[in-house]
């Protein structure tokens, strides 16, 4: 096998896109499930990387690697990739979030609408022989005010889904200004506590956003809102969310991601933590699926291919 073009595949990925990288004349290794230790032995043949949320690209892996021109990450998100130290070696990094925005933004309004109008407890209850109505009594969205924090790729596509319920759109972005018009109304951090009935998080995992959903930011929420989190575990802390929840503070949650999402590896605490949250009619966990749409599957490709120019 010739390993002058190596790239080095560490998730599952279309085939069309493995396809695409032959046709260009890639030599593929194909490794969805390659460990991080047997990485380090063959990273130094590859002139290329693709990885998604469970491989760490960091100073270890990037020392290795002596021929790596390019890393590109299936997905948005670049926490786990040490893009600062591999800009200094000359390494390009391109992510992929507009291949999977749609299907993120999607998830996320189908959390919601399904907790407003009780549909998977409701379901739940059916399953048990009870026919439950008056308590079942859902809550439109239309006309509420819906809050997005990160009005990125995924912030701004939630947004377009909402725009025919005639909602008003609160919408704060820390790096981003004069985007608003129409239903979409920039606004802070204040504000969006004050008045959304809905907050939904779109956010990169940073130093800076990590626990942004605290207890200083439950405790100032006005409205007894809905949280939404389909961008990073640990956007929202935990123990505070079960707090909110307990004490009537927020309506309720739908999480697609969980601050750790290796359940065989849960603590006592974390034990706890899940059981409370999977007993509550009023949260809604699905599995880091938001994303994984089969359309967004082959887009991710697509997108890495154009940005890197190969």
């Known amino acids: 096998m010739s390993t002058d073009r190596l790239v ?11 396809e695409a ?5 890639y030599t593929v290794l194909y490794l969805p499930q390659v460990s991080y230790n047997e990485l380090l032995e063959i990273i130094e043949r590859a002139e290329g990387i693709i990885v998604t949320t469970r491989i760490t690209i960091d100073k270890q ?9 390019w890393i590109g990450r299936m997905g948005s998100g670049m926490e786990l990739i040490d893009v600062a130290y591999a800009k200094t070696k000359g390494i390009t990094c391109v992510s992929s979030p507009e291949g999977n925005r749609n299907s993120v933004a999607e998830h996320a309004l189908g ?22 109505r008056e308590e079942n009594r859902g809550i439109e969205l239309t006309n509420k005010t819906v809050a ?15 725009s025919s319920f005639n909602v008003t759109v609160l919408a704060y972005d820390k ?8 239903y979409i109304k920039e606004a802070n951090m204040e504000q969006i506590c004050r008045y959304a009935d809905i907050v939904s998080f779109h956010l990169p995992l940073t130093d800076e956003t990590r626990y ?3 207890e200083a930011f439950f405790s100032a929420l006005q409205q007894k809102p809905y949280i939404i989190n389909t961008s990073r575990g640990a956007i929202v802390k935990t123990p505070a969310l079960i707090h909110a ?21 849960f603590s006592p605490k974390e034990k706890e933590e899940m059981n409370f949250l999977t007993c509550q009619p009023n949260v809604l966990l699905t599995p880091h699926i938001a994303g994984y749409s089969a359309e967004a599957f082959y887009k991710m490709g697509t997108v890495i291919i154009e940005k890197l120019g190969i």
């Open 8 to 18: 080095i595949i560490t998730a599952k990925v279309h085939a069309s896109f493995t």
């Open 21 to 25: 990288l032959q046709k260009k004349g």
């Open 61 to 69: 892996v990037l020392d290795k690697a002596a021929k790596l021109k």
């Open 111 to 132: 959390m919601l609408l399904n907790l407003l109008h009780r549909i998977s407890s409701s379901f739940e209850e059916i399953k048990e022989g009870k026919w439950i």
């Open 148 to 162: 997005i924090i990160g009005y990125g790729n995924t912030g701004s596509s939630f947004a377009r889904l909402l």
């Open 175 to 182: 790096y981003k200004f004069d985007f608003g018009g129409n």
């Open 212 to 214: 942004m959903a605290n």
């Open 245 to 265: 929840l307990r004490q009537n503070i927020i309506a309720g949650a739908a999480l697609d991601v969980l601050e750790n999402e290796k359940m065989d590896s």
